[in-house]
């Protein structure tokens, strides 16, 4: 093929992927318009609505009474808040809007955000790519399919705050990469195993700038809400979590569907961690010195463990993408095109097909712990057969 029809033929592979993105975003867009009562904006709304009026935020009553009062009434009886309140303070001036004005505005700031993904994801992607290389990679990964499933959601915020994470790692300031990394507690399931990792590569200031960011999340939500109300929250969430484990994507969720039960979800959530603290400390050499990759495994092993887990979780998989790209960035290409293809395939027409997104997420760990046997020079770079020393005797005699 020459170079011309090659370069023609990428272009239109991106057309098409861009197309079917376009596709599903309408999708999701039109079902939040069309359905309000049953769009995420519901439980983000709820809570702020009980914030502004002091009631019970982690009550299910005056989660039913608040949705009744903005004239809403779910299909399966309530969509509940479980987030931390600070989500719900931050989610108030949207919410406080009537919900069709709500949901639309909401979906502006959810494409600013995407948009702001997409880019963030292009620059950080390896220099030396071409760039339809570069724009072909950030829409797959940033842009994929997976988690344009459910439009209306927190997933790119968490994939900005994930990829300002990685910069500022690359950049050296590890305490404000840790805060960063923070600001994923609005979804704390994505990176639950991430800290495991990073302690034992041993990056503790970033662990005491997650600490610090953690700090003024339970600061915040005390503030807000008290001790009180603040206590109710675990058991809340627990419950609510055990009513959903089986519609989760992730392992625990399947566990769950076999048994019948959703706490099987929350036991095998269990092992996989104790698993994955285990391989944090066999690997503790390896990870010491290369912290992206410490955080690309530890969030590609919480989506895989997490006890609840949705379809458009999988989007901070970019992370991953990007920190393996240098490498083995086609590999990782065509693992965020197959979870686009699953997801794509499981949404429309055969549900059963989503089963296979942990096991296609599996993939991309195998990709990260391969990544790291990779040479690095002492600056954690990548080393090319070029870089290597040469012997003593292949050195040119100096000119007399």
Same mark, same amino acid.
């Given at each position: 093929m020459s170079w011309r029809s090659g !370069?023609?033929?990428?272009?239109?592979?991106?057309?098409?992927?861009?197309?079917?993105?376009?596709?599903?975003?309408? !999708?999701s867009v039109n079902g939040a318009l069309s $359905?309000?009562?049953n769009s995420d904006w519901v439980a983000f709304a709820v809570g702020a609505h009980l914030l502004r009026s002091g009631g019970c935020l982690y009550c299910v009553g005056s989660q039913i009474a608040a949705t009744h009062s903005m004239g809403l009434a779910p299909g399966d009886g309530i969509n509940p808040f479980v987030s931390l309140p600070p989500v719900g303070f931050i989610f108030e001036p949207l919410a406080m809007l009537p919900p069709l004005e709500g949901i639309a505005a909401t979906l502006a700031v959810c494409s600013a955000t995407f948009a702001g993904a997409v880019a963030l994801t292009w620059r950080l992607l390896p220099a030396g790519w071409s760039q339809l290389h570069r724009v072909g990679g950030a829409l797959v990964s940033a842009g994929s399919v997976v988690g344009l499933v459910a439009f209306l959601q927190w997933q790119w915020v968490m994939? +900005?705050?994930?990829?300002?994470?990685?910069?500022?790692q690359r950049r050296g300031r590890c305490v404000w990469a840790g805060i960063a990394l923070s600001l994923l507690l609005v979804e704390p399931q994505v990176i639950w195993l991430a800290l495991p990792m990073l302690l034992?590569? !041993?990056? #503790?200031?970033?662990?005491?700038?997650? $600490? +610090?960011?953690?700090?003024? #999340?339970l600061a915040a939500s005390l503030m807000l809400v008290g001790p009180?109300? +603040?206590? !109710? #929250?675990?058991?809340?969430?627990?419950?609510t979590h055990l009513n959903d484990a089986f519609r989760g994507v992730g392992l625990p969720a399947l566990a769950a569907s076999i048994a019948n039960s959703g706490a099987a979800a929350f036991w095998t959530s269990a092992v996989l961690a104790a698993a994955a603290c285990a391989l944090a400390y066999v690997l503790r050499r390896k990870l010491r010195g290369h912290p992206s990759h410490a955080l690309a495994l530890g969030v590609v092993l919480s989506l895989v463990a997490a006890p609840h887990i949705y379809a458009q979780d999988l989007a901070v +998989?970019?992370?991953p993408c990007i920190v393996v790209a240098a490498r083995r960035g086609d590999v990782a290409l065509l693992i965020m095109i197959a979870l686009s293809a699953i997801s794509a395939i499981g949404f429309l027409a055969a549900p059963e097909m989503l089963r296979l997104l942990p096991e296609t997420t599996l993939l991309m760990a195998a990709l990260v712990l391969d990544d790291l046997r990779a040479p690095f020079d002492r600056q954690g770079r990548y080393r090319v057969a070029g870089d290597a020393p040469l012997p003593t005797a292949a050195l040119p005699l100096p000119l007399r």
């Open positions: !370069r023609l033929l990428g272009v239109l592979c991106i057309a098409l992927y861009a197309a079917i993105a376009v596709a599903f975003i309408a !999708r $359905m309000p009562a994939v +900005l705050a994930l990829l300002i994470t990685l910069a500022l034992a590569a !041993r990056e #503790w200031r970033t662990v005491t700038g997650f $600490m +610090l960011g953690a700090s003024g #999340w009180s109300q +603040l206590a !109710r #929250w675990p058991g809340f969430l627990l419950q +998989l970019a992370l």
